[in-house]
């Protein structure tokens, strides 16, 4: 009962309600009646919407229904009513026993919402926590009425909801990226060839735990740490490959501050016998990196497409004679790690619409781009920033420098 | 990176390598020939198969293909294979960068399944795991070929693959049930009045701890716990409220081992001053739910119908003059605490046809009735029972004495 990132406080409380009153507001901008997110079993399978709505799990099928006026129902299992009535954001909260259809049916007659967003997206995972069959399920209720044909995807309300950080939001999340430079710094102290990743892992599990914090994702991949020229490179938990002399050493790490992520990496040189500096080859991908990421700090402001800011990044280090990197420049952090729409994406088919969104003050990105150093490793650093009128801030101090170790 | 509960050993993958060959025997049963999990970004919405079948997360689209002749293959994000490749469940895994239309159609093509299982389900949430954007997107990339009208839902077959128990498993859930019941006997010895609901919890959750075993479902409200005529009953957290002399306590926890899950509950009586043993309607109320796990369990073995053993222990209840509980009798407990698809449930519109599917060997529920005595508080008793060919075997000891205490 002691495990910290579950226990919501009254601020927890008060803080959803301003997203819910914000939800609303965005409702009307996009002339959205209703938002309904239709759930079950939320421990098994959890519509990421959830979490933003009540914070709290249901067992039977459940409807939460937002209207643009402002009102909010909850029908629930009986069972399941007392949890949400105390999670605070729902004043109308109403429980059934035998099945939902005919409470569900008399709120949307109630409501006779004509343009209904529902939790589906073709390309936008946090706005589709709707399973099919639950997409069946609802149609088979609905059958005889209008409103299976007013659904709409909530992918733009989503979108908003989530970029648009309150300034709570950012300073959680600053926190997060302070906490987390913070523990490099004394990982940095700590570092010796030798070392293997997982203990590497290991000395940051203990900062972060000492800290009273917890993983920004699975445990198993964060901290990433990677090694030397033959390292999984990302994506992947750290292995008993011991640090070397000559490795470049790279970090993906994140910590929760108040529910809220953080998301950095950060790269080290580990100099061999004689060395009193890095060699050229591994200063000029540490440099190409650094550049790449200010470049395109320097042109990310409201307005702009998030291909165009993924662009510049790639193309200085294309032109610098590297591989491209096979992933996006950056992403969108906030309750999870990977928060948002709007990616600083190329126009790959994995990314559909992402790329398209215009990016928006408040918003918080990610760039992280990478290169590989052929014999030494993989240099990368990761930045957070938040997207104002006029610019960008980073949310905690920069990598300008390679690190370097003995 | 210490965290217990998400490290795989290499027993997690031998374990996992016979559930999947079980998993093409059933696809033969069934006529199925292939069985398709497409998935993305699975930290934020996971699909519960992923579990049976890698164990590990995913970033971008990926399709985890499994054939009725047990070939294995996964198409991932580039970024993702060396995870997938280290889960060691999937010998071949194609990694992508644009985006996964082209090898999936090609695998397609290569295959040509004739009946797809797909993870959709109107009333079984863990055969439920596609989203609905995704399917629309799996459509999108289909159009044109034939296989996306040979889509069936995989809900037999994973209703097969997770209910019917390798002794393995069985072995995981009774070391969680007897972990379990070992606490509540510890717990046992430090009840008073004048304890919270919360400070019990807490003796509960530091017992856990020592074993080093983390609770089967979110720590929140497991343990569960409720005293007094008001208590919320079921399905919320505890809270401050204390024990008083004359309360009926229960409470509803659960721990993994190996990854199983146990859910057990116990009923507890304390004393007013001067009594010797419980009033008679607290004894009375106890021994009907007592009574009514026993006899439903009596009458549990294969070919049985779960709305068949929900309607002796509901009747039995409702004989004896009680309300009847607003709930099934019993679930599957497996990897998570509600799993699999047959339940002991009545013919209730939220239940869909989970109480029509015939009872098989090998599979293990829970019997949970509850009443509620007025003026005292609820009685519960959870077991579980592991159905044999002849019947079924408890996995831990049952509760046959009203618990005492003061």
Redesign the interface.
């Known amino acids: 009962?002691?495990?910290g990132q579950?226990?919501?406080g009254q601020g927890d409380i008060v803080f959803r309600r301003e997203k819910l009153d914000q939800a609303s507001a965005i409702m009307n901008e996009l002339d959205l009646d209703l938002w309904l997110t239709f759930v079950?079993?939320s421990?098994?399978?959890?519509?990421?919407s959830l979490d933003v709505l009540v914070g709290a799990?249901v067992?039977?099928?459940s409807a939460f229904m937002v209207t643009r006026q402002g009102r909010r129902v909850a029908i629930v299992?009986?069972?399941?009513k007392?949890?949400i009535e105390?999670s605070g954001t729902f004043p109308e909260v109403r429980g059934?026993?035998?099945?939902?259809?005919s409470e569900l049916l008399s709120m949307l007659g109630e409501l006779d919402p004509a343009r209904i967003a529902?939790n589906?997206?073709?390309?936008?995972?946090?706005?589709?926590?709707?399973?099919?069959?639950?997409?069946?399920?609802l149609q088979?209720i609905l059958k005889g009425t209008p409103y299976g044909e007013r659904f709409v995807?909530s992918e733009r309300l989503v979108a908003a909801l989530r970029g648009r950080k309150t300034p709570s939001e950012v300073d959680r999340i600053r926190r997060a990226c302070q906490a987390t430079v913070a523990i490099f710094g004394e990982l940095t102290e700590r570092l010796k060839v030798g070392l293997t990743e997982?203990q590497v892992?290991?000395i940051?599990?203990e900062r972060m735990e000492s800290r009273g914090l917890e993983p920004a994702?699975?445990?198993?991949?964060c901290?990433a740490v990677f090694t030397g020229p033959g390292s999984?490179?990302?994506?992947?938990?750290?292995t008993d490959t011991p640090i070397e002399s000559g490795h470049i050493m790279n970090v993906d790490f994140g910590v929760k501050v108040d529910g809220y992520c953080s998301d950095l990496q950060r790269t080290w040189y580990f100099r061999r016998k004689g060395e009193d500096k890095a060699p050229k080859e591994v200063q000029r991908g540490f440099d190409t990196i650094r550049d790449a990421v200010h470049k395109a700090a320097d042109a990310l402001r409201p307005g702009k497409m998030g291909w165009e800011i993924d662009a510049i990044a790639r193309s200085h280090i294309v032109e610098a004679g590297y591989e491209e990197y096979?992933?996006a420049l950056g992403h969108q952090v906030g309750r999870?790690?990977?928060d948002g729409r709007a990616l600083l994406c190329p126009h790959?088919?994995?990314y559909g619409d992402r790329g398209d969104q215009p990016i928006e003050e408040g918003q918080v990105y990610t760039i992280e781009p990478r290169l590989t150093v052929p014999g030494f490793g993989i240099a990368t650093i990761e930045e957070i920033v938040w997207v104002r009128s006029d610019g960008v801030e980073f949310l905690s101090d920069p990598q300008m420098e390679l690190i370097e170790v003995g």
């Open positions: 009962m002691d495990s579950n226990r919501e079950r079993e421990e098994t399978t959890k519509d990421p799990n067992t039977w099928q299992g009986s069972l399941d007392t949890r105390r059934y026993v035998g099945g939902i259809s529902l589906y997206s073709l390309d936008t995972e946090l706005a589709d926590g709707l399973t099919h069959g639950m997409y069946l399920l088979n995807s997982k892992a290991a940051i599990t994702w699975e445990a198993i991949q901290p999984a490179g990302a994506h992947a938990g750290p096979p992933h999870v790690a990977h790959w088919e994995r």
